[in-house]
């Protein structure tokens, strides 16, 4: 079975703080991808990045960064100098040949609610 | 462009009703899913379309919810008999095959109350 774990149900910080969202996934797939997408307020999941399980390269885009490290099964997210903006729910997601219910679904993470406040 | 559009946007209905959900992609997107979320949890993944067929269903899809695409474009969820246990966001998204970025386009969602 696949599973994600968002341990962090919430965070607030202060804008301009950095600020660390944790995933940590299983899976027995040796090819998967992993996701990150955005729910603000207006509940439209909006899709962030994906990673494929042989690209451990970290990557950068803005504030934005990610940090996938197949050794501990980790997914994390970084966002630099936070903003308001930035609040929302923040969830991770695993896609794997082997899933539960096949291979195009995404198996989200319970989320992480990040609240930056002015 | 729009994007994909759910409607209703809200239903309230009580234990026992049928309801239909209805979600229309973006035109060009040949694959379709629902997903359904609860209050502080992540989408839970129910069925997805390729074109017209339905291509993958979770064992969440009980035998009183049907999905169809009969055209393969626009997409309708039923429940019937619904229970208070169905009460959830049900999200629609849409995708292209031939994109290969894995990004799924998401809608607002239908909100189903069942009292």
């Known amino acids: 079975a696949q599973k994600v774990t968002q341990a962090q149900t919430e965070i607030s910080v202060v804008e301009k703080e950095d600020v660390t969202l944790d995933c940590v996934y299983e899976?027995?797939?040796?090819?998967?991808?992993l996701f990150w997408y955005k729910q603000p307020p207006s509940g439209e999941l909006v899709f962030l990045i994906r990673r494929n399980s042989f690209d451990e390269q970290n990557e950068i885009s803005g504030r934005y960064s990610w940090n996938f490290q197949k050794s501990t099964s980790s997914f994390n997210f970084t966002i630099t100098a936070s903003q308001v903006v930035d609040s929302a729910v923040y969830f991770c997601a695993l896609q794997g040949a082997r899933g539960d219910t096949g291979r195009r679904a995404l198996t989200f993470g319970s989320g992480t609610r990040l609240q930056v406040q002015p | 462009d729009t994007g994909v559009s759910q409607d209703p946007r809200h239903k309230i209905t009580k234990r026992g009703q049928n309801v239909t959900f209805r979600c229309d992609p973006i035109?060009?997107?040949?694959?379709l899913y629902w997903y359904r979320q609860t209050l502080g949890q992540g989408p839970e993944f129910l069925t997805y379309?390729?074109?017209?067929?339905?291509?993958?269903k979770s064992r969440l899809l009980s035998d009183r919810f049907s999905a169809e695409r009969p055209k393969g474009s626009f997409s309708t969820l039923e429940i019937q008999r619904t229970e208070q246990g169905d009460s959830a966001m049900y999200l629609c998204?849409?995708?292209?095959?031939?994109?290969?970025?894995?990004?799924?386009?998401f809608g607002e969602g239908s909100r189903l109350t069942v009292l």
């Open positions: 379309f390729q074109n017209e067929a339905q291509l993958e």
């Open positions: 899976t027995r797939d040796t090819t998967y991808y």
């Open positions: 998204a849409s995708s292209f095959s031939r994109v290969n970025t894995g990004e799924l386009f």
């Open positions: 035109s060009e997107h040949n694959r």
